[in-house]
């Protein structure tokens, strides 16, 4: 039964069940260069495969999220970063809407640091939640490397700014929502969701987690923007 509650110990960063969520992420990585061409040349198979994990996925966790949590509106939302990016993944594998990319693009940035650094992550291999946060991960970085290297999407400065506004907006809203569900725990912005720096105040850790955001689209922005598109 333990496989489905709720109230069980988080990953705890950088020990061995971490590595092996990293790992996971890696491998994922690798093996889409490896098989790249085949990709390509079969994009609408690879998409089709991508949207229905990231369905699946999707239901499974909002499914258990309001049977086994009794805190729904404070931790159950898809208001944390990877979980906006999936939801938006998803969105554009059913619709291919292609308005969503450059959103796609700077949400599965942040995708990357998340495996890098997990909080409140439940146990990978022995808790549904650890497989669908293990998967939803993998997915989001997986369908970046898709958009820019199969789709060829590039990011301009507009993007750029664009996200940066969204972003600061973004911030204050959760900020706020926290508070009006009582304490939500989307973008561990009150102290005691995060992962360190507890005694800043609210406004503080929002300014570290916006200049963190500012710094990680300015880099995609510059780099990905000069890969070639027949690379």
């Known amino acids: ?7 069980v110990p988080r990953v705890q960063p950088f020990t061995l069940p971490h590595l092996g969520y990293i790992a996971f992420g890696v491998i994922a990585s690798v093996l889409f260069f490896v098989y790249l061409k085949q990709i390509r040349a079969n994009q609408a198979k690879f998409e089709s495969l991508l949207k229905w ?4 996925t999707v239901v499974v966790f909002y499914t258990w999220s309001v049977i086994f949590t009794d805190s729904f509106l404070e931790t159950g939302l898809p208001l944390h970063v990877c979980r906006i990016a999936s939801v938006v993944s998803l969105y554009y594998f059913w619709s291919h ?11 599965g940035a942040f995708g990357v ?9 439940h146990p990978l291999y022995t808790h549904i939640i650890g497989y669908t ?3 939803t991960h993998v997915l989001i970085v997986v369908t970046w490397l898709y958009i820019v290297f199969v789709k060829h999407y590039r990011p301009t400065w507009k993007d750029f700014q664009v996200t940066a506004i969204f972003w600061a907006v973004a911030l204050l809203a959760i900020w706020g929502f926290n508070y009006v569900v009582g304490q939500g725990e989307y ?9 360190f720096f507890k005694s800043w105040p609210d406004i503080g850790w929002i300014g570290f987690t916006y200049s963190i955001a500012l710094v990680v689209i300015f880099i995609k922005t510059v780099t990905v923007s000069r890969i070639k598109i027949n690379e």
Do not use: G, K
């Open 1 to 7: 039964m333990s496989f489905f509650l709720d109230d």
């Open 113 to 121: 640091v998340a495996i890098a650094y997990p909080s409140n992550v």
């Open 133 to 135: 946060s293990q998967f």
């Open 187 to 195: 973008f561990y912005i009150l102290e005691r969701t995060r992962p």
């Open 97 to 107: 809407d292609e308005r969503v990319i450059p959103m796609m693009f700077y949400l």
């Open 53 to 56: 994990i990231n369905t699946i």
